[in-house]
């Protein structure tokens, strides 16, 4: 099922969230970045994800010539843009940062380490290939 592509002049309104129930996750990760556009600095936490699987949110910050915890930020306000998408049901009231983090990311617990999600990979370097 294809989604209608929106207006180009209101890119703000998503898809509806209904239509978006519908589809399986990795196509609804393919419409939010096509609906939504990565910004620079969100194509360069996704580009430090992908060059660098595995590194610490402030090896990645570092990547990218931020300080501190500005990868983990940049990647919760990528995910929050496209909530609509990743989440057609709504959040839950209790969604963790790491949880919003998860839509694109897999967590290591005992490395600290973020990697993409092995099934939307190519997804993600669309994104980035597409700006």
């Known amino acids: 099922m294809s989604l209608p592509v929106p207006d180009p002049a209101n890119r703000h309104i998503p898809a509806d969230a209904a ?4 589809l399986p996750r990795r196509e609804r990760v393919e419409q939010a970045f096509a609906d939504i556009p990565l910004t620079p600095n969100e194509r360069r936490a996704i ?13 990645l910050g570092a990547a ?13 306000l ?12 709504g959040m839950g009231a209790d969604i963790t940062n ?3 983090i998860g839509a694109l990311t897999v967590y290591d617990s ?3 380490g ?8 190519h997804i993600l370097y669309e994104a980035v290939d597409a700006g």
């Open 78 to 89: 990528l995910c929050q843009r496209r909530r609509r998408y990743f989440w057609p049901n």
């Open 114 to 121: 973020f990697s993409p999600q092995p099934d939307i990979l």
């Open 98 to 100: 790491g949880a919003i």
């Open 110 to 112: 005992a490395t600290l």
């Open 19 to 22: 239509d978006l129930a519908t």
């Open 64 to 76: 990218c010539g931020w300080q501190n915890a500005a990868w983990r930020t940049q990647m919760i």
């Open 47 to 59: 580009q430090a994800l992908l060059d660098a699987p595995d590194s610490t949110a402030p090896e």
